[in-house]
């Protein structure tokens, strides 16, 4: 939506590619042209290369922009893009390697000049060299994997006695996720901010950062809230982030829009990671300089030059930007438990100052397959202050039915005086604010009957008497209807938020997801509500929950698995 809306403005045609699930999505509505990738889950649709070159092809585009997520940090894919001729509207695939590995974006980093968080540029294999670094460094310490992402793969260790378990445990977890189980080791701040810095390049060597960002406001590593500039570091700090920032992307030959991120403690700063792409918040740099960073990686992917130097950039900064994720997650008590399903009504905020960037409409679907953020509610202000009581006050106003939101999370958020006061960090939403009390008031109303299942129908048209072969989705109950008489099939709905299974002693997966962990072995003793197992699913870890007591008999999974909806986890006798 967001890259559709840039090309259009720019007079250039734009074209959609879709998954099953997503067949009538905003996305597909809006792009001029849109072709089918099939299948549901991101592996089948959106993670299919194969599938993707194909729309290229058959559409003819010239350019691929990669959007947030997906295959928008990989390497291989732009390289794909590249060598059809086709245009990638990003990073060099080599820029996107060097950067993808945490350990060799350290070295990159310290060639340019960025200062690192204190620790190892090598992978480390044995708990010897571990215990040695945090002899001179002192505890704590984060053993981390390279290949890690999303906070995962990370093992924070306070003593000596832990740092075999903690290895073994992140090397586990990495190998699960990624596939690649090279670790290292770095000094963990205990009470940081996370502040970015979102630099463009252009394909001449020229480069300015256009603001930086504060994003400490996080539950599980996630990001919940994000505003720019990132204030109160101090005289001169945000300047010299800037620069750092600057010389790492040159010391890997960046070009287009990317974001180097830092931790930042008591003054200092210490480079954390680069996103090699457009990241989710950058509209709140948008909104203090005014410049559309879309457009930018467009020209930039053109050929052209940056329209602008660093001072005249500088100049334009002005306010305070803020932005709120909303995702379907149902916050109440700190769990964000993930909530897909319908969206029946959702009436956006608007006013002065008030931007909503959003993938769906009143009557979509928010689907169990891919993440859920539902849409950013973006904020500007002449001031801090100004900007906090406007995106609360947005906030208020915004209506979002039939699923949960985080909005009663980021409002408890925006009214805290640590918030206002700049004394929050990244472990502050886990460790300092209370979430017990925020009310989920009423449960997301779902009607009923409203998913009827589509199916697939082929027929002939002729259009100004040329002949197709057209697909058509029809309600199921009009190809019944056609095709003799059958018995209508309700559609299942998964359950959602916290995963309950069936009272018959079959807990299932309540949407689909990877096993992390199993808590309960056959042949144990359960209670009704005991944690059963861990499953991932949209980026969060649910706790799957027995809905009866009894006995275990049989385990159907192993960590690491992918299950489906509905698939049996655990048997209980
Ligand atoms: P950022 O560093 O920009 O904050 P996020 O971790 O929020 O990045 O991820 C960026 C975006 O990538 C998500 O909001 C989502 O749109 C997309 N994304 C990432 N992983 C997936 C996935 N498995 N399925 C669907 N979308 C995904
Ligand atoms: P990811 O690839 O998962 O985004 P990052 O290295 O960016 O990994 O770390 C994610 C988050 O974890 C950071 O935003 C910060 O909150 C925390 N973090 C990472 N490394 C450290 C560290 N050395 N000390 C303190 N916090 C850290
Ligand atoms: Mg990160």
């Given at each position: 939506?967001?890259?559709?809306?840039?090309?259009?403005?720019?007079?250039?045609?734009?074209?959609?590619?879709?998954?099953?699930?997503?067949?009538?999505?905003?996305?597909?509505?809006?792009?001029?042209?849109a072709?089918?990738?099939?299948?549901?889950?991101?592996?089948?649709?959106?993670?299919?290369?194969?599938?993707?070159?194909?729309?290229?092809?058959?559409?003819?585009?010239?350019g691929?922009?990669?959007?947030?997520?997906?295959?928008s940090?990989?390497?291989?894919?732009?390289?794909?893009?590249?060598?059809?001729g086709?245009?990638?509207?990003?990073p060099p695939?080599?820029?996107?390697r060097?950067?993808?590995?945490?350990?060799?974006?350290?070295?990159?980093?310290?060639?340019?000049?960025?200062?690192?968080?204190?620790g190892?540029?090598?992978?480390?294999?044995?708990?010897?060299?571990?215990?040695?670094?945090?002899?001179?460094?002192?505890?704590?310490?984060?053993?981390?994997a390279?290949?890690?992402?999303g906070?995962?793969?990370?093992?924070v260790?306070?003593?000596?006695?832990?740092?075999?378990?903690?290895?073994?445990?992140?090397?586990?977890?990495?190998?699960?996720?990624?596939?690649?189980?090279?670790?290292?080791?770095?000094?963990?701040l205990?009470?940081?901010?996370?502040?970015?810095?979102?630099l463009?390049?252009?394909?001449?060597?020229?480069?300015?950062?256009?603001?930086?960002?504060?994003?400490?406001?996080?539950?599980?590593?996630?990001?919940?809230?994000?505003?720019?500039p990132?204030?109160?570091?101090?005289?001169?700090?945000?300047?010299?982030?800037?620069?750092?920032?600057?010389l790492?992307?040159?010391?890997?030959?960046?070009?287009?829009?990317?974001?180097?991120?830092?931790?930042?403690?008591?003054?200092?700063?210490?480079?954390?990671?680069?996103?090699?792409?457009?990241?989710?918040?950058?509209?709140?740099?948008?909104?203090?300089?005014?410049?559309?960073?879309?457009?930018?990686?467009?020209?930039?992917?053109?050929?052209?030059?940056?329209?602008?130097?660093?001072?005249?950039?500088?100049?334009?900064?002005?306010?305070?930007g803020?932005?709120?994720?909303?995702?379907?997650?149902?916050?109440?008590?700190?769990?964000?438990?993930?909530?897909?399903?319908?969206?029946?009504?959702?009436?956006?905020?608007?006013?002065?100052?008030?931007r909503?960037?959003?993938?769906?409409?009143?009557?979509?679907?928010?689907?169990?397959?891919?993440?859920?953020?539902?849409?950013?509610?973006?904020?500007?202000?002449?001031d801090?202050?100004?900007?906090?009581?406007?995106?609360i006050?947005?906030?208020?106003?915004?209506?979002?039915?039939?699923?949960?939101?985080?909005i009663?999370?980021?409002?408890?958020?925006?009214?805290?005086?640590?918030f206002?006061?700049?004394?929050?960090?990244t472990?502050?939403?886990?460790?300092?604010l209370?979430?017990?009390?925020?009310?989920?008031?009423?449960?997301?109303?779902?009607?009923?009957?409203d998913?009827?299942?589509?199916?697939?129908?082929n027929?002939?048209?002729?259009?100004?008497?040329?002949?197709?072969?057209?697909?058509m989705?029809?309600p199921?109950?009009?190809?019944?209807?056609?095709?003799g008489?059958?018995?209508?099939k309700?559609?299942?709905?998964?359950?959602?938020?916290?995963?309950?299974?069936?009272?018959?002693?079959?807990?299932?997966?309540?949407?689909?997801?990877?096993?992390?962990?199993?808590?309960?072995?056959?042949?144990q003793?359960?209670?009704?509500?005991?944690?059963?197992?861990?499953?991932?699913?949209?980026?969060?870890?649910?706790?799957?929950?027995?809905?009866?007591?009894?006995?275990?008999?049989?385990?159907?999974?192993?960590?690491?698995?992918?299950?489906?909806?509905?698939?049996?986890?655990i048997?209980?006798?």
């Amino acid at each position: 939506m967001r890259v559709i809306r840039a090309a259009r403005e720019m007079g250039i045609a734009t074209v959609a590619v879709y998954s099953e699930l997503d067949r009538n999505a905003l996305h597909v509505r809006l792009a001029d042209e849109a072709y089918a990738l099939g299948g549901q889950t991101a592996a089948e649709s959106y993670l299919n290369t194969e599938a993707i070159l194909d729309a290229i092809r058959k559409s003819g585009a010239d350019g691929v922009h990669p959007g947030y997520g997906f295959f928008s940090e990989n390497a291989d894919f732009a390289d794909a893009i590249t060598n059809m001729g086709v245009a990638f509207i990003g990073p060099p695939g080599d820029a996107i390697r060097e950067m993808g590995d945490k350990v060799s974006s350290r070295r990159a980093a310290l060639r340019g000049g960025c200062p690192i968080v204190p620790g190892t540029t090598d992978f480390v294999t044995t708990a010897q060299e571990i215990t040695e670094f945090a002899a001179t460094a002192g505890y704590p310490i984060a053993i981390k994997a390279a290949f890690g992402g999303g906070g995962r793969g990370m093992k924070v260790v306070h003593n000596a006695e832990t740092v075999q378990e903690a290895m073994d445990s992140a090397q586990r977890e990495a190998k699960a996720f990624f596939g690649r189980d090279e670790i290292y080791v770095e000094k963990y701040l205990t009470w940081p901010r996370h502040v970015e810095v979102q630099l463009v390049g252009d394909q001449h060597g020229n480069y300015v950062w256009v603001s930086t960002r504060d994003c400490s406001a996080q539950r599980r590593h996630q990001k919940l809230v994000e505003e720019a500039p990132a204030i109160a570091m101090g005289e001169g700090v945000e300047e010299a982030m800037g620069a750092a920032a600057v010389l790492a992307a040159r010391a890997v030959g960046y070009f287009n829009a990317g974001t180097v991120e830092f931790i930042y403690q008591d003054g200092e700063f210490f480079f954390l990671e680069m996103n090699t792409r457009l990241q989710v918040e950058h509209p709140v740099s948008e909104v203090i300089t005014g410049i559309d960073l879309v457009e930018w990686q467009l020209r930039v992917a053109g050929g052209e030059k940056l329209p602008m130097t660093q001072e005249e950039v500088t100049a334009r900064r002005y306010g305070h930007g803020i932005e709120i994720r909303i995702n379907a997650e149902n916050p109440a008590g700190g769990k964000f438990l993930p909530s897909p399903g319908k969206i029946t009504k959702l009436v956006p905020s608007d006013g002065f100052g008030v931007r909503f960037d959003s993938g769906y409409e009143s009557g979509d679907e928010i689907s169990q397959y891919y993440d859920n953020l539902v849409g950013k509610l973006i904020v500007w202000g002449k001031d801090r202050p100004t900007a906090i009581a406007r995106t609360i006050r947005a906030l208020e106003e915004m209506v979002v039915e039939g699923v949960y939101t985080t909005i009663p999370a980021d409002l408890a958020i925006l009214k805290h005086p640590d918030f206002a006061a700049m004394k929050h960090s990244t472990k502050w939403v886990e460790e300092v604010l209370d979430l017990s009390g925020i009310g989920v008031a009423s449960a997301p109303t779902q009607d009923g009957d409203d998913a009827e299942p589509l199916v697939r129908r082929n027929t002939t048209v002729e259009i100004n008497g040329k002949r197709f072969d057209v697909a058509m989705w029809v309600p199921e109950q009009t190809a019944v209807i056609a095709s003799g008489p059958a018995k209508a099939k309700k559609p299942t709905r998964s359950s959602s938020g916290a995963g309950v299974g069936g009272g018959s002693g079959q807990v299932t997966a309540p949407m689909q997801g990877t096993i992390v962990k199993l808590m309960v072995e056959v042949g144990q003793e359960v209670e009704v509500g005991q944690a059963v197992c861990v499953l991932e699913a949209m980026k969060m870890e649910n706790q799957i929950l027995a809905e009866k007591a009894g006995k275990v008999t049989e385990i159907k999974v192993a960590a690491g698995q992918t299950v489906g909806s509905g698939d049996v986890i655990i048997v209980i006798a």
